[in-house]
């Protein structure tokens, strides 16, 4: 089964299903930073409530995007792994910049 929008793009049902596991798989990289993240920030002797905030929405909106995606079109599908991989690389610098470390948890 081909995406909506996979025929005008050339992808085939091959091209498909790995878009379909790359956005898997980048809200899988996604999750898993948001996880590693709140747990560390928990253990600190003054966890930023603020923070664990921002990232438990930012955890919304990955399920939330997840969720829409069956039956979205290749280009939802695109923006989404974008969206996925953007995060996580904002993510991947916060871990860098603030938890550095290992007194810190990570």
């Excluded at 928990?42 to 664990?52: G, Y």
């Amino acid at each position: 089964m081909l995406l909506p929008g996979a025929e005008v793009k050339g992808l085939d049902h091959e091209e498909c299903l790995a878009l379909i596991e790359c956005a898997e798989d980048a809200q899988d990289q996604l999750m898993s930073l948001l996880a590693l993240l709140v747990s560390a920030e928990r253990k600190r002797p003054s966890p930023n409530d603020s923070l664990i905030s921002e990232w438990n929405d930012l955890l919304q909106l990955s399920i939330d995007l997840e969720i829409a995606l069956p039956g979205s079109d290749v280009s939802t599908y695109e923006k989404t792994i974008a969206i996925f991989r953007s995060e996580s690389s904002k993510l991947e610098r916060q871990i860098g910049l603030h938890y550095k470390s290992s007194e810190d948890g990570i």
